[in-house]
């Protein structure tokens, strides 16, 4: 989508080998997510971030890290990859101060781990 | 926390025919909720926006969505089905700085 891209768009790695997945925006929007989606779940929170160097987990946060040391990137690690952890992963951004903004996401990262 | 529940994992109706998807959410206080549509392969588009300026929402495509508190319901429809319309569509609510998706709902159109 425009203003925000996801790197790799896909990736095979083996278990036990570190994963970053990267978000970037042009933006300069104050909040970003991470977000995997999986069937029959939809898609679930993983992290988030609400400023450089300020962020927070979500619900399914166990076996990722996140780091954002500029406005515009915003970076998901696998520190450790599982095959629990195959999905497909979607940064969102969100203009705005109140919860009424809508969210726009990326095109996405199919990680499979094997 | 704000979470939505969709009803039915899997619609399918005939092109040209009304199209309705389920939705309900819980919340402590007023909400904010979105309709978003995923073709295959593709990434999420927002359909339309609940922020309690009208209970009607209109979005795009022909959808629209109505907010009725007392059912604690979001529904999304259309009045006639197209074949485009076959997707995977999701309910969020927000009511803080998180967006929470209901588990989608697979739309097949039959020709």
């Known amino acids: 989508d425009a203003g925000i891209t996801q790197s790799p768009r896909h990736k095979v790695t083996e278990t036990g080998t570190p994963v970053t997945l990267r978000c970037h925006q042009t933006e300069n929007h104050r909040y970003m997510y991470w977000y995997r989606q999986d069937p029959g779940h939809g898609l679930r929170l993983i992290h988030y971030s609400y400023g450089v160097k300020d962020t927070d987990k979500g619900e399914v946060s166990d076996g990722y890290s996140v780091s954002r040391s500029k406005t515009e990137d915003f970076l998901l690690t696998l520190e450790s990859a599982t095959s629990s952890q195959t999905s497909v992963y979607f940064c969102a951004i969100r203009p705005g101060q109140g919860a009424v903004d809508g969210y726009t996401f990326g095109s996405g990262t199919r990680l499979t781990v094997v | 926390a704000q979470s939505v529940t969709q009803l039915d994992s899997h619609v399918s109706v005939s092109e040209g025919t009304p199209v309705l998807l389920r939705c309900n959410y819980s919340s402590s206080y007023s909400p904010s909720l979105f309709w978003y549509v995923q073709h295959p392969n593709k990434g999420l588009q927002l359909l339309l926006k609940y922020t309690s300026a009208a209970t009607l929402v209109k979005g795009i495509n022909g959808f629209e969505a109505e907010f009725k508190k007392s059912e604690t319901s979001f529904h999304l429809t259309k009045p006639s089905a197209h074949m485009s319309d076959a997707a995977e569509y999701f309910c969020?609510?927000?009511?803080?700085?998180?967006?929470?998706f209901g588990a989608g709902t697979t739309v097949t159109v039959r020709a």
């Open positions: 969020a609510g927000s009511n803080d700085y998180k967006l929470s």
